[in-house]
């Protein structure tokens, strides 16, 4: 199944003073929850679907804990969570002064694992393999390189 794509038109103009189109992912409405997933993990494990639910709940919360006590969680093949905070606008001018109120948010970044296939380029572990097709291509049969079935195709892709 391919990323399907449209066009936006950027919201600056360039140098040159003109607008120009650039592609964006197109996400399906649709999100895959825990349960699917679990029910998809359990057909491929000789586990059920709430014991694969069992457990990745035990992994948010057993990661949950050791985010909130400073520390970073790498899941082999997946990636590597951390906390990050922000202080926009909100600096100071000694590092003795430093303090939580400054802190305007909090989230968890998430950076991709990479490996090194031999003889192979650098490429990020979920991203091996995608294709792209055109969202005016959404519900029709797309074939592996992206393309459908002749019927409103991008012709510049």
Request: proline share 4%; with cysteine.
């Amino acid at each position: 199944m391919p990323l399907f794509y449209k066009g936006i038109l950027a919201t600056k103009a360039n140098k040159e003073g003109a607008k120009t189109w650039h592609p964006t992912l197109v996400k399906m409405k649709k999100v895959v929850n825990t349960q699917t997933l679990a029910e998809e993990i359990a057909e491929k494990a000789s586990l059920t679907p709430g014991d694969v639910q069992n457990v990745v709940r035990n992994l948010l919360s057993v990661m949950r804990g050791h985010l909130l006590n400073s520390y970073s969680v790498r899941l082999e093949g997946l990636g590597t969570f951390t906390m990050k905070i922000r202080s926009r606008g909100k600096g100071v001018d000694a590092e003795e002064k430093v303090n939580p109120n400054q802190i305007t948010s909090v989230h968890c970044r998430f950076t991709p694992e990479y490996f090194r296939p031999i003889a192979v380029g650098t490429t990020r572990a979920l991203m091996q393999g995608v294709t792209f097709a055109h969202a005016n291509l959404i519900g029709k049969e797309v074939n592996d390189n992206g393309g459908g079935n002749g019927e409103g195709e991008d012709p510049a892709a």
